[in-house]
């Protein structure tokens, strides 16, 4: 048995952990950070985009507008309330900061904007508008602005963002300690949180092959569930096996940043059923334990039903175009929100099924844009819908009896829109008149599928103290990242997560770092 002791122990290194880290380091803490895998978790298989605005460099080189007041409005709508209005103006007022202080520890941005709608865009543009920002309503509320800073680097880039992260940790002498996977709290006699039980793979050979198969979960196993369920099981049983027990003590706090639970079937299925047929976005680390520490000591959670699934409709920008409709060819929402709202929208009020209707003009110019406006997978998918995904037919009720859906439905939804002004609000720049057959109809509904699947992860965690970071009722104890219920705990947009790991996990940080020494060096809490 191993035992250890610092100052402030970090449970989770990915964005929000190492975020941790690296602030109570700077306040002059000895910290340990603590990671099941080898450091990144879901931050480092993201797309690298961090929600900022207020006026950042980047928005200003790219002649972009933007201010706190701006940002915060459009934000109010989309939290709605999940955090104080405190809370999220300072969030708002310190964006500029929070990205001046990401490049200071080596995470480039860059603001060349990307000039159409996009879910995630090429590795051309690193701005964007990655919300609902110009989408009928929010547009009228808050003056839009491109808020998406996709960290500059090929591809996904949230592997870069987690490189320099954990190199700016050890950097400040954090100790890194991957392959241990926290198994308890301990508590004093006043119930304050003092340490942690973990267990670490011990065996070097073993150490190795757990990192192999545990990369190799992550992605590719990230798009291929029974991949990674298979060869989570082989993890699992290397941690059975040859893993010895470690002590922590814990001088002044403990911080959970260990992710959210969309890799626990069960916990989706006891706090949110609607979701199911996703992929679940994260690695296999996303189980909750960290939620289930904080529970262990009198920690309590909230927005545990919130579930962020994403069914983007871009790229291509031209499906903005078309109309969502369900199986009795109802309109669902507008075309131009962003990916998650439509999930939503599509899962609680329509049993999960959608299908986009098109003409040939958009068929034509999604098949000429989409290789150039996103990434090669963005590519693959539109290739899926265009093709295994897609019916077509001359009329309206032809292609929606091919479709199985209704036709008298399609048939009033279509008129209803042709009519104008268009009764779900979608502005006028991404309208389109599909009046040229064939028409198609896309199948977008929500299931298993590896053409074209619906990413899907949590949103609610332990409640935690919006000044601090610490767990509501439990001393000694923090939380941050998708652990924690936080800015986007009720509503999701692309950058608002990363963004929300970086504010509450640096809160944490130093809150927990300022923490006065309740454990003496050589006191044995165990």
């Given at each position: 048995?191993?035992?250890?002791?610092?100052?402030?122990?970090?449970?989770?290194?990915?964005?929000?952990?190492?975020?941790?880290?690296?602030?109570?380091?700077?306040?002059?803490?000895?910290?340990?950070?603590?990671?099941?895998?080898?450091?990144?978790?879901?931050?480092?298989?993201?797309?690298?985009?961090?929600?900022?605005?207020?006026?950042?460099?980047?928005?200003?080189?790219?002649?972009?507008?933007?201010?706190?007041?701006?940002?915060?409005?459009?934000?109010?709508?989309?939290?709605?309330?999940?955090?104080?209005?405190?809370?999220?103006?300072?969030?708002?007022?310190?964006?500029?900061?929070?990205?001046?202080?990401?490049?200071?520890?080596?995470?480039?941005?860059?603001?060349?904007?990307?000039?159409?709608?996009?879910?995630?865009?090429?590795?051309?543009?690193?701005?964007?508008?990655?919300?609902?920002?110009?989408?009928?309503?929010?547009?009228?509320?808050?003056?839009?602005?491109?808020?998406?800073?996709?960290?500059?680097?090929?591809?996904?880039?949230?592997?870069?963002?987690?490189?320099?992260?954990?190199?700016?940790?050890?950097?400040?002498?954090?100790?890194?300690?991957?392959?241990?996977?926290?198994?308890?709290?301990?508590?004093?006699?006043?119930?304050?949180?003092?340490?942690?039980?973990?267990?670490?793979?011990?065996?070097?050979?073993?150490?190795?092959?757990?990192?192999?198969?545990?990369?190799?979960?992550?992605?590719?196993?990230?798009?291929?569930?029974?991949?990674?369920?298979?060869?989570?099981?082989?993890?699992?049983?290397?941690?059975?096996?040859?893993?010895?027990?470690?002590?922590?003590?814990?001088?002044?706090?403990?911080?959970?940043?260990?992710?959210?639970?969309?890799?626990?079937?069960?916990?989706?299925?006891?706090?949110?059923?609607?979701?199911?047929?996703?992929?679940?976005?994260?690695?296999?680390?996303?189980?909750?334990?960290?939620?289930?520490?904080?529970?262990?000591?009198?920690?309590?959670?909230?927005?545990?039903?919130?579930?962020?699934?994403?069914?983007?409709?871009?790229?291509?920008?031209?499906?903005?175009?078309?109309?969502?409709?369900?199986?009795?060819?109802?309109?669902?929402?507008?075309?131009?929100?962003?990916?998650?709202?439509?999930?939503?929208?599509?899962?609680?009020?329509?049993?999960?099924?959608?299908?986009?209707?098109?003409?040939?003009?958009?068929?034509?110019?999604?098949?000429?844009?989409g290789r150039k406006q996103g990434q090669w997978f963005a590519w693959l998918q539109l290739r899926y819908l265009l093709?295994?995904?897609?019916?077509?037919?001359?009329?309206?009720?032809?292609?929606?009896?091919?479709?199985?859906?209704?036709?008298?439905?399609?048939?009033?939804?279509?008129?209803?829109?042709?009519?104008?002004?268009?009764?779900?609000?979608?502005?006028?720049?991404?309208?389109?008149?599909?009046?040229?057959?064939?028409?198609?109809?896309?199948?977008?509904?929500?299931?298993?599928?590896?053409?074209?699947?619906?990413?899907?992860?949590?949103?609610?965690?332990?409640?935690?103290?919006?000044?601090?970071?610490?767990?509501?009722?439990?001393?000694?104890?923090?939380?941050?990242?998708?652990?924690?219920?936080?800015?986007?705990?009720?509503?999701?947009?692309?950058?608002?997560?990363?963004?929300?790991?970086?504010?509450s996990g640096r809160r944490a940080g130093k809150s927990s770092a300022m923490e006065p020494d309740r454990v003496d060096?050589?006191?044995?809490?165990?």
């Amino acid at each position: 048995m191993d035992e250890l002791v610092a100052d402030v122990v970090v449970i989770g290194a990915g964005a929000a952990g190492a975020c941790a880290a690296i602030e109570a380091a700077d306040a002059g803490a000895e910290v340990l950070l603590l990671d099941r895998f080898s450091g990144g978790g879901a931050s480092r298989v993201s797309g690298g985009v961090v929600y900022a605005g207020g006026g950042t460099s980047q928005q200003i080189d790219a002649g972009a507008s933007d201010s706190v007041d701006a940002m915060f409005e459009y934000l109010r709508l989309e939290t709605d309330g999940v955090v104080s209005s405190r809370t999220l103006r300072w969030f708002c007022e310190t964006s500029p900061e929070a990205i001046r202080w990401l490049e200071g520890l080596g995470v480039p941005f860059e603001g060349s904007l990307c000039p159409y709608k996009t879910s995630y865009p090429s590795d051309a543009h690193y701005l964007y508008y990655s919300g609902s920002e110009v989408s009928g309503g929010f547009r009228d509320a808050a003056a839009p602005a491109p808020r998406g800073h996709r960290v500059k680097g090929p591809g996904t880039s949230g592997k870069l963002l987690m490189a320099r992260l954990l190199a700016a940790a050890r950097k400040r002498g954090v100790r890194v300690v991957p392959q241990t996977r926290a198994r308890s709290l301990v508590t004093d006699a006043s119930g304050a949180v003092s340490g942690v039980v973990a267990d670490s793979v011990a065996p070097a050979w073993a150490r190795w092959r757990h990192v192999v198969l545990a990369s190799y979960a992550a992605k590719p196993g990230i798009y291929v569930p029974p991949l990674r369920r298979a060869l989570h099981r082989r993890v699992e049983r290397l941690e059975e096996r040859y893993s010895r027990e470690v002590r922590i003590v814990a001088r002044r706090g403990v911080v959970l940043a260990a992710g959210g639970f969309i890799a626990n079937r069960a916990l989706v299925r006891d706090h949110a059923p609607a979701y199911r047929g996703g992929l679940a976005l994260g690695t296999s680390a996303d189980d909750g334990s960290g939620i289930e520490l904080g529970l262990s000591v009198g920690g309590r959670v909230a927005e545990m039903d919130r579930i962020s699934a994403w069914r983007f409709l871009t790229p291509p920008a031209a499906f903005l175009g078309g109309l969502l409709v369900d199986a009795d060819g109802r309109r669902i929402i507008d075309e131009s929100r962003y990916g998650a709202a439509i999930g939503e929208r599509m899962i609680t009020a329509h049993g999960g099924r959608g299908w986009l209707l098109v003409d040939e003009p958009v068929v034509r110019e999604a098949r000429r844009d989409g290789r150039k406006q996103g990434q090669w997978f963005a590519w693959l998918q539109l290739r899926y819908l265009l093709g295994r995904g897609r019916v077509t037919g001359a009329s309206l009720e032809e292609v929606a009896r091919q479709a199985g859906v209704d036709p008298e439905g399609l048939r009033a939804t279509y008129s209803a829109y042709r009519r104008g002004p268009d009764p779900a609000g979608k502005p006028a720049e991404f309208a389109r008149p599909l009046d040229t057959p064939p028409f198609s109809l896309i199948d977008v509904s929500v299931k298993p599928s590896l053409g074209y699947p619906c990413p899907m992860l949590t949103l609610g965690g332990l409640v935690v103290d919006e000044e601090t970071g610490a767990v509501a009722g439990v001393r000694g104890l923090y939380a941050a990242g998708r652990t924690a219920v936080g800015i986007c705990s009720r509503s999701y947009v692309s950058g608002l997560s990363l963004a929300d790991c970086v504010f509450s996990g640096r809160r944490a940080g130093k809150s927990s770092a300022m923490e006065p020494d309740r454990v003496d060096k050589n006191e044995n809490v165990f």
